[in-house]
């Protein structure tokens, strides 16, 4: 736009509604080795698959695409709900029918619909201390106080979650709900074994908190063996489920579930405003997965250990001892402890001008100094050869700026003076 024309341009500044979020910057293209964010690895995707399942599914019923819903009612294609509950029963130990299941625009929308239906500004909530970063935003923009409980190997502490219950009580503060992703928690990879969560359902049933069971990375276990869900455990139906296909399948679709009790589901219909989410996708994954989905999976995880073992071997050889982690059961991500010297924040600024992107912790975290010298890394998305690339371009540039690691490659390096 020149000069001129901006002269011009409207200013929608004064009209601009109460306490919207700061204007987002614009998208200048993806860094040349991206570990953000929460991609899939593109040669996974089941391409073939999909263009098969596209075609019979909408020479067979594309012409329902002229009715919202198609025709299947407002909690999304029925097609795609009924594999949902074959797999969630086999899978997550979920007893539940077609209409206990509201098929979503990824699991993003569920997040926004439970907390609408819950959450009011200036409620409490508690979620893991280390958490996916859309929910922690999601909190602070609805100014929800969120409280973090410290992980340890098994997930949320159940010591801390039950002080931190006690001591809300104690103030006389009712905790609304627990946010947890109990099954390859994000970003600690965790998974949280059936007694602890047990554990968890009884607290929560002691102190009257709902619980929101984020379930979305629970396909990408190496063993494909994990704990029954919540949902499943909970004796009170006090739990609400979500997840998607977003990490199975792919995250460009949008589309992921909530699964919840008539009782909460019937509340939160009402807030799903868009007229269902895109008819097309749930078409065609219903037509996939019914298939292939169960030897689909296994394919994508094997794929996805591979690269997870390229990049703990190229982090030892670039970063030695200085990069400390647990070797994730499942999963697109790994959870990285540098030395304290280490700011990821200033990391991550430093390295994007190396054209390496990396989540610093503290934007995954309610504990900004624990969460200092930690970093998230997916290592879903970028190839063998980025990843090893990326990862010495990163070692690189955190030498320069924090001379850490001392030996690079196993060559020993001068530190920074
Ligand atoms: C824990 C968690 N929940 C929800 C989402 C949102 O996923 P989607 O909306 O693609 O299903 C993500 C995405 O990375 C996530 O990590």
Redesign the pocket.
Known sequence: MTEALKNLAFDFAPLLAANLPPGAARWTGAAKYNFT??NNDGDAVPVDGLIAAATASLKREGRNLATYNLATGPQGYRPLREFLVGKLKRDAAIDCTADDILLV?????A?DLVNQVLLTRGDTVICEQD??Q??LTRFARLGVKAIGIPLDREGLRMDALAAALADCKARGVQVKMIYT?PTVQ?PTATIMPEARRGELLRLAEQYGVAVFE?D??ADLIWDGKRPPSLYAMSRTHNVIHCG????SIA?AL?V?FLVAPWTIMSRMMPLKTDAGSGALEQMVLAEFCTQHFATHVPKLTRGLRLKLETLMDALAEQFGTAAEFADPKGGIFLWVKLPDAVDTQKLAHASLASGVAINPGPEWSTDKSYSKSRMRLCFASPSHEEIRQGVAALAEVCRREFGVPARIANVEQRARA
């Open positions: 964010g929460g625009s990824g699991s993003l929308q997040l958490t996916y859309g929910t992703i994000n984020d979305c990375y998607s296909f977003s990490k995250p949008r992921g």
